[in-house]
């Protein structure tokens, strides 16, 4: 690839919008020619285009993660976000290519190009950012293109994906809609458990296929705003598998606590050295109050290791 100097980017009488020094505008406007000229190149090649820099690392299996989502899309968009962070991880139809690429040329020196795509976004009347989390793509480098200054930018929301052990999964906090109890177990990008009102008793538990020796838990309750989250819970490790009475399920006979949830979510590491050194067969969230709110219980993550 032939790098275009900077030096051959030099207009005289750029503007000097948000209060950038001369360099800094040089740079912005010439990275906006940039993308425009990519855009134009890459219209036509594929249904979608996704945009990432060179200095990112990726979440294992990101590319079913995106198309999962492009296929549960019911509304029509503009652009679909798989990180938080500038322009990484943003989705585009190819068709709209020719529109973002003279947009970008249109407007070059009027404000760096993450503005300008939040504005084209809201031009193709999506209004909303439609943003997935956790993020797919996380910044790895540590220099700007930006005459090499330190960037230490990190997206917060970045998490590879990870797999649980297979399980069974029961729950008699009632649902809301679909958001059933297994969306809290199976790893996956906006998928969550969703219940009404909980009260002290209720309980979410997983029963593992097979015995695992259960090193570390996590789990995280409550929306990103802070709201739903359980209020009340203690987690316990189960052994002995049995079929409920009820017949809505299987637990177990025994269990005993790990530990409670400290403001809604759990990190805990060495279980297996702190309280619960053999093979589980449960693990149970019961609730131990009751609570006006709903419940959401975005992820229940284990790590485990051989006997």
Not at 65 to 72: E, K, P, S, T
Not at 186 to 206: D, E, K, M, Q
Request: aromatic share 14%.
């Amino acid at each position: 690839m032939v790098r275009w100097l900077t030096s051959c980017f030099y207009i005289l009488g750029l503007k000097r919008n948000f209060n950038d020094n001369a360099d800094r505008v040089t740079f912005r406007s010439k990275q906006n020619v940039d993308y425009s000229f990519l855009l134009q190149f890459c219209t036509g090649r594929s249904l979608f285009y996704l945009q990432l820099e060179d200095d990112v690392s990726c979440s294992h299996h990101f590319l079913s993660a995106i198309r999962g989502r492009v296929q549960q899309q019911e509304v029509p968009w503009a652009t679909l976000e798989f990180s938080a962070l500038g322009y990484i991880g943003k989705l585009y139809h190819s068709e709209h290519l020719p529109l973002l690429s003279r947009f970008l040329f249109l407007f070059y020196q009027e404000m760096p190009c993450d503005f300008l795509f939040s504005h084209f976004r809201v031009l193709l009347t999506q209004s909303e950012v439609i943003r997935f989390t956790p993020s797919l793509f996380q910044h790895t480098g540590s220099y700007s293109s930006f005459l090499g200054t330190f960037n230490k930018l990190k997206d917060d929301d970045y998490e590879d994906l990870y797999a649980n052990p297979a399980a069974d999964v029961f729950c008699d906090i009632p649902v809301y809609k679909d958001h059933v109890a297994a969306m809290a177990w199976s790893p996956g990008y906006g998928t969550f458990f969703w219940g009404r009102s909980p009260s002290a008793g209720n309980h979410l538990t997983v029963t593992f296929k097979q015995p695992v020796v259960v090193t570390a838990i996590t789990i995280v309750t409550g929306s990103a705003e802070g709201r739903d989250r359980l209020a009340s819970a203690t987690v316990e490790l189960g052994l002995h598998p049995v079929t409920e009475k009820t017949g809505s399920g299987t637990t177990c006979q025994e269990f005993h606590s790990v530990g409670d949830l400290q403001g809604g979510r759990m990190d805990m590491t060495d279980v297996h050295k702190k309280s619960f050194g053999h093979a589980s067969s449960c693990l149970k969230i019961r609730v131990t109050a009751n609570q006006k709110d709903w419940v959401i219980i975005k992820k229940i993550r284990i790590t485990t290791k051989e006997e």
